[in-house]
């Protein structure tokens, strides 16, 4: 067996090589040498390294995206070694060269390790001006190495908003994708009503969603949900809070938030009532459908997301609901959570085919009611609801 062949899911070399023209053309324009990226160990939020390889790694990965070269990779595997791989590794596409480092994100006196490979790579190669992406969410010790390599002799600059922004707007391969995921959750979401019975745990209700995801092409993501007896608050609640066993006449809160095949993320929220719901549930719910609705009514292009975040939080002022501080509405990709997001500090306007969660929340002490649907920008406003799932809460 090839070993490309044990990849369950991913975009085509046509995909990749779009957005590397795209790289390339800007990084000749800016006369920069290379574009450095970093990603977390945490594949939900690896997305500036997979938007270049399409890879994800289970440790730190760090690419340089040459601007007249194939890419170089630092990954994990055997301390110190070096292939060449000239772009003809089906594993690693657009990639030249591949440098291991045997780091481990808990051990203190090896962080420095991918950022010593990629010291010596600009000195190998002479460069003098070279960029970096989300600078401020690479590890100090690796932003503070490439600067003091290049210290006095080049320039290491921040190209993020250039590349956020191209990261936003989804190509229709993109978008099809995207689409993938949202049936996946759609499917999904009809199983969970199947299988959910009373007895169970929450965390058995997160296992059939990870398990029937996993069949149809997800590989990975976030999985909330949290039950509590009519009358108390029934928060979605990580893994690690999800002991609580159900009955009767309980309900709970259930947030899909996983990708589907290729990677790319979408999440759904709904409630489900092991009985009849309570009347509260009923009104509340339809209540952050209706802020959900509102704020959608704003997202359309050349759209200010600080201006939609204000004017939904005076919706739900007005409306007798809390307002938000965190977040309610975000892009999504590759990353969970990724930019623009609708909120007080964000100044990227609104585009076409980007690609939205938008998901109201209201708690009290007697109720938590959540709602979450994706949709994308259009031109002449917004898609609508993208998932199938029926915006109400579930009876079983």
């Known amino acids: 067996m090839a070993q490309n062949e044990r990849k369950i899911a991913g975009v085509s070399l046509q995909e990749l090589e779009r957005r590397w023209k ?10 920069i040498d290379a574009l450095i990226a970093v990603s977390t160990e945490a594949p939900n939020n690896s997305g500036y390294t997979r938007w270049l390889t399409d890879a994800t790694g289970a440790y730190r990965h760090v690419v340089v995206f040459h601007a007249n070269d194939l890419m170089t990779v630092v990954e994990h595997g055997f301390q110190g070694t070096r292939r060449e791989v000239g772009g003809k590794d089906p594993t690693h596409p657009g990639v030249g060269e591949i440098l ?36 401020d969410g690479m590890p100090w010790c690796f932003v ?25 707007i989804k190509s229709a391969e993109e978008k099809d994708f995207i689409m993938r995921a949202i049936r996946m959750q759609d499917a999904v979401f009809v199983k969970v009503l199947e ?31 949290g039950s509590a007896p009519q009358g108390q608050p029934a928060p979605i609640l990580p893994s ?11 309900y709970m809160s259930v947030l899909l938030e996983n990708t589907g095949p290729g990677g790319y993320f979408a999440e759904v929220a709904r409630p489900i009532s092991l009985g009849k719901p309570a009347a509260e549930l009923l009104e509340n719910f339809e209540k952050v459908k209706a802020a959900q609705a ?42 969970i959570v990724q930019r623009p997001l609708i909120r007080f500090d964000e100044p990227m306007k609104l585009e076409p085919d980007m690609f939205f969660a938008v998901h109201p929340a209201a708690s009290s002490p007697s109720i938590f009611t ?27």
């Open 22 to 31: 795209l790289a390339r053309e800007h990084l000749r324009e800016r006369n």
């Open 100 to 135: 291991n480092v045997a780091e481990f994100p808990a051990v203190n006196y090896n962080q420095r390790y991918e950022a010593d490979a990629i010291v010596e790579l600009l000195k190998r190669r002479g460069y003098k001006r070279v960029a970096l992406l989300n600078p």
């Open 144 to 168: 503070d190495a490439v600067k003091g390599a290049l210290a006095g002799k080049g320039e290491v600059i921040d190209e993020t908003e250039t590349f956020d922004r191209w990261r936003a």
């Open 195 to 225: 299988k959910v019975k009373p007895g169970m745990r929450d965390l058995e209700v997160a296992s059939i969603i990870y398990y029937e995801g996993r069949l149809l092409g997800s590989t990975h993501g976030t999985i909330m949900a």
């Open 240 to 250: 690690n809070a999800q002991g609580r066993s159900f009955g009767p006449g309980d």
């Open 294 to 335: 509102y704020s959608t009514s704003l997202m359309k292009p050349g759209a200010d997301c600080r201006e939609i975040f204000a004017s939904y939080n005076e919706y739900m002022k007005q409306h007798g609901l809390p307002e938000e501080g965190r977040i309610h509405s975000h892009a999504q990709g590759y990353d």
């Open 370 to 396: 959540f709602v979450c649907d994706n949709l994308f920008i259009t031109k002449e406003g917004n898609s609508g609801w993208l998932h199938a799932t029926e915006r109400k809460g579930f009876e079983i």
